[in-house]
């Protein structure tokens, strides 16, 4: 075991060493401009921590929206992140159906899914509220919108102005509700 730790530190010092005696100089953290493309960019969903909501970043493969930060989020946590995170939603036997209707998102819930309890509708609000779709950003400003798309107010007042609304209606085999800003604890003031 100390002959293969005594290889180890061999061989790293030869290659720094070599990579010295290359010219290689050493240098710290350097910008250089906008992050790669191709890499799968993220979004935030949330789940709950000690009964807390806590928001975790996901991977999303191609472009990052609203239905894959819903669908990720009904994934639930990984199993890594089981011994340190839960969810109060409901194991779903295929995705949930998104739809952004701009003041409406809607989320059909596969047949015979139960109502969603508190917790539930905070970790989807909150989920929806921060997903790339629809364009807010950090501040609760608007982004730019992409492909087009009309942006959608945030639900927390802008300065000089009145909210509107956002709702997600959260649709199930013979139930739905109508979540509003309120279901989002971060939101309400």
Request: charged share 15%.
């Amino acid at each position: 075991m100390r002959g293969t730790r005594i290889a180890a530190l061999l061989t790293g010092a030869a290659a720094a060493l070599m990579m010295t005696a290359c010219g290689v100089p050493p240098s710290s953290v350097v910008e250089a401009g906008e992050p790669a493309t191709g890499m799968p960019a993220g979004v935030e969903v949330y789940f709950l921590a000690g009964g807390r909501l806590v928001a975790v970043p996901r991977r999303a493969p191609g472009t990052p929206d609203l239905a894959t930060a819903v669908r990720l989020l009904f994934a639930g946590p990984t199993g890594a992140e089981s011994s340190r995170l839960t969810t109060a939603l409901p194991l779903l036997p295929r995705p949930p159906l998104v739809k952004d209707g701009g003041d409406t998102v809607v989320v059909r819930l596969p047949a015979r899914t139960d109502p969603l309890g508190t917790r539930g509708q905070q970790q989807l609000m909150c989920t929806v509220v921060h997903a790339p779709d629809p364009y807010w950003d950090r501040r609760g400003a608007l982004a730019p919108p992409a492909g087009g798309r009309k942006p959608v107010p945030p639900v927390t007042s802008p300065p000089g102005g009145a909210a509107r609304a956002l709702i997600v209606r959260v649709i199930g085999t013979d139930w739905e509700v109508d979540l509003g800003s309120g279901s989002c604890p971060f939101l309400s003031n």
